[in-house]
């Protein structure tokens, strides 16, 4: 049972109470001794440093972050077609190099070339094609072209491609007989590599002796690399 304190008692108390408390400021109680009452003096140059580092931390932050939402919105006005000028020297360049690589540039020129031969009392034919201009390379991709013969079905008919290290076979197609004559069709896609100097050969070889009108036309069709513009690497082995 809990009991009611006497009056008494009651006020002894809250003298004891009161007389613990101070009655005026201490002239001695100021923050610097609560810092170094609770070792705090020694580590605020520390925390100062800290908290500045912190700002500048952030405030760095924040301007790498606009930057880079700025150059974002830049760079995506590329794909819009927008603002291709304004995207600095390196992205303006790579733009210039991918429009002038193609099949047009300087360095990669052209070729194609119309030749014909006839079979004047012999089994073959042949053509000598221009030779390949100085500094220049020619790399041959296609061939193609017909052969007129008055010769019975299933005469041996063979033409080849030459020039530079290698020969190229071509086969042929029978394509139907007109005016007494027979004709082969051909259409090789091939690679063939002539420096400069050497020239192109087309040759036809019969197994018989054809009349005098039965021939050949041909279309060679590849390009030019200049070798001053960029050097052609040696045709291995």
């Known amino acids: 049972m809990r009991t009611k304190r006497e009056p008494q008692a009651r006020a002894a108390w ?3 109470m009161f007389m613990r408390l101070p009655i005026a400021p201490d002239p001695s109680y100021s923050r610097n001794s609560v810092a170094e009452t609770l070792g705090l003096a020694s ?6 440093e800290k908290a500045t580092l912190s700002i500048t931390k952030q405030e760095n932050y924040d301007e790498s972050t606009k930057k880079l939402c700025f150059d974002g919105r830049r760079f995506r006005g590329v794909g819009n077609g927008v603002g291709v000028f304004s995207v600095g020297p390196a992205i303006a360049q790579a733009v210039r190099a991918a429009l002038v690589s193609n099949v047009d540039d300087p360095g990669r020129i052209p070729y194609q070339i119309l030749g ?3 079979f004047s009392g012999t089994t073959d034919c042949h053509s000598n094609l221009p030779p390949v201009p100085a500094r220049m390379r020619l790399v041959i991709t296609q061939v193609s072209g017909y052969v007129q013969e008055n010769l019975p079905g299933g005469t041996f008919i063979a033409p080849v491609l030459s020039g ?3 020969r190229i076979q071509i086969p042929v197609a029978f394509q139907g007989s007109a005016s007494g004559l027979n004709y082969f069709s051909f259409n090789q896609v091939d690679t063939m590599f002539v420096d400069a100097g050497q020239s192109p050969r087309v040759e036809f070889f019969l197994g018989a002796i ?3 009108n039965s021939g050949v036309e041909f ?3 590849g390009y030019m690399l200049d070798c001053m513009t960029g050097p052609c690497a040696a045709i291995a082995p």
């Open 164 to 166: 530079g290290k290698g």
């Open 210 to 212: 054809p009349s005098q």
């Open 43 to 48: 580590r605020a140059p520390r925390i100062r």
């Open 116 to 118: 014909s031969c006839f």
């Open 14 to 16: 809250g003298n004891r």
């Open 219 to 221: 279309t060679l069709t």
